[in-house]
């Protein structure tokens, strides 16, 4: 995962950081690479990659990397505590890059900044014809979402629902889901997110 530059890049964690807080995270539970690997479902040697910044994981293994590390994908974006930001400005925004630079790539643009203490998240996911989650996911919470242009193919519990322009969604974050834009535009979809799993 990578931070594209914008005007608040200063304030955003580069790849390195954001490597060492999963090793951190790992390292506060006293857990060796072989068993966050096993629990997440991936070799060592992937882990220990994406630990020093060598790799990128999808979004479906990222989310169960975090999970048994005892954090969240948000908490790896957090600047710490700040003066809270009320207005995000248009264009001045973050945007967090999934498997920058590969197909299947997702963006997703910061509706909340990346702190600590936030109860919610709120993202514009941008999602490139071909592109989605890469697989299930599933974690605590609620979901919304709404779809802004695009369309979207979004999977819950096993069911496909076919989304379009102005449909909107909610499900329990505990359900499998997943999603993936079969479209020839790109989708953009506000999806909010309690408590923050990105």
């Not at 964690?13 to 096993?38: C, D, F, H, W, Y």
């Not at 889901?177 to 997110?193: D, L, P, S, T």
Request: aromatic residues 6%.
């Amino acid at each position: 995962m990578a931070v594209s530059t914008s005007k608040q890049q200063e304030q955003s964690p580069n790849r390195t950081e954001i490597g060492s807080k999963l090793r951190r995270a790992r390292r506060a539970r006293r857990m060796r690479i072989r068993e966050v690997a096993q629990l997440a479902g991936c070799t060592e040697s992937m882990l220990s990659k994406i630990e020093t910044n060598k790799a990128t994981p999808s979004l479906e293994l990222l989310h169960k990397i975090v999970e048994v590390v005892g954090t969240n994908i948000s908490n790896l974006f957090a600047n710490g505590p700040a003066d809270e930001q009320i207005v995000q400005r248009a264009g001045s925004r973050s945007v967090v890059e999934v498997r920058p630079g590969s197909e299947g790539g997702v963006s997703l643009e910061l509706l909340v900044p990346q702190v600590d203490a936030h109860l919610l998240q709120g993202n514009i996911h941008i999602v490139p014809p071909g592109a989605g989650s890469q697989g299930a996911i599933r974690h605590d919470g609620e979901e919304i979402g709404y779809v802004l242009t695009g369309e979207l193919e979004l999977t819950v519990a096993g069911k496909t629902y076919f989304l379009n322009e102005g449909d909107s969604f909610y499900f329990r974050s505990s359900l499998d889901h997943g999603y993936i834009n079969k479209g020839e535009k790109e989708a953009r979809i506000a999806w909010i997110n309690s408590p923050p799993t990105f």
